[in-house]
C-alpha cells in the first residue's frame, strides 16, 4: 500500500474519532443544561410554595382576629382550630406533621380535613391558585389544655402588669406608664402542596 493510501486512511480514523468525542460533548452538554433547567423549576416551584404557604399563615390569622370561631376556649374542628397542644398536654405527646415519623397513626395530622374521625384535623384543602398550589391549615392555642387562660397554663406575654415609665436620665419623659395586656401565643402550621408533587410546611407564631 502507497504511503499516500495510509495517510488517507489515519486521517479517516482521526475524524471519526473527533466526532465521537464531538457527539460525546454535545451530549454532556445537553444533559448539563436539561439538569440545570430541572433544578431552576424545583426552585421556582418551592419559592410559589412558599407564597402559597404565607397566604395560609394570613388566613388561619383571620381566623383567630376576625371572630370567626364559636369560642377560642375550645376545640372548633371544622377550622382546625385546638385550644390546647398536645405537646403541652399531661401524657404529652409530639405531632407527627409528614406522616413518615413514626409508624403509628393517631399522631398524624388529617391535612385537608378528608375524615371526620380522624384524630388531628386540619382546615379543608384550599382552592387551587394560579401556581397549582393548595394548602392546609392547623392551629393550635399553646396551652395544656381547653378553657380560659391564666396562670401556668397557656405561653402568654411575659407581663401582664404596666411598666413605670422611663427610667433614662437627661429629658423628663414623665411617669406615664406603657399599658401591657396579658396575650396569649398561637401557632400555625401550614402544608402546601403543589405541582410535581412539590411539598412544603410552614409554622408561624402569632402573640393575641
Known amino acids: ?26 451530549l454532556a452538554l445537553l444533559r448539563g443544561v436539561d439538569s440545570s433547567t430541572l ?10 410554595a412558599v407564597i402559597a404557604a404565607d397566604k395560609g399563615v394570613k388566613d388561619a390569622a383571620s381566623v383567630l382576629t376576625g371572630g370567626t370561631l364559636p ?7 371544622a377550622s382546625g382550630y385546638y385550644a390546647s397542644t398536645p405537646e403541652y398536654a399531661t401524657p404529652a405527646f409530639a405531632i407527627d406533621w409528614t406522616g413518615k415519623a413514626t409508624t403509628t397513626t393517631t399522631d398524624d395530622v388529617d391535612w385537608g380535613a378528608t375524615s371526620s374521625s380522624s384524630t388531628i384535623r386540619a382546615s379543608a384543602w ?8 393548595k394548602y392546609s391549615y392547623i392551629i393550635h392555642r399553646l396551652c395544656k389544655s381547653t378553657g ?11 407581663s401582664a402588669t404596666a411598666a413605670v415609665g422611663s427610667t433614662r436620665t437627661g429629658s423628663a419623659y414623665g411617669a406615664a406608664p406603657l399599658t401591657v395586656s396579658t396575650q396569649t ?5 401550614v402544608k402546601v402542596i403543589g405541582p410535581k408533587n412539590t411539598t412544603s410546611y410552614l409554622q408561624a407564631y402569632l402573640l393575641i
Open 148 to 158: 380560659a387562660t391564666g396562670g401556668t397554663q397557656c405561653a402568654q406575654s411575659t
Open 39 to 48: 433544578v431552576a423549576n424545583n426552585v421556582g416551584y418551592k419559592e410559589a
Open 126 to 133: 384550599s382552592a387551587l391558585d394560579s401556581g397549582g398550589n
Open 71 to 77: 369560642s377560642m376556649t375550645a376545640d372548633v374542628l
Open 185 to 189: 401565643f398561637y401557632r400555625i402550621t
Open 1 to 26: 500500500m502507497s504511503a499516500g493510501h495510509k495517510q488517507r486512511g489515519v486521517v479517516l480514523f482521526m475524524t471519526l474519532m473527533v466526532l465521537v468525542i464531538m457527539s460525546i460533548t454535545g
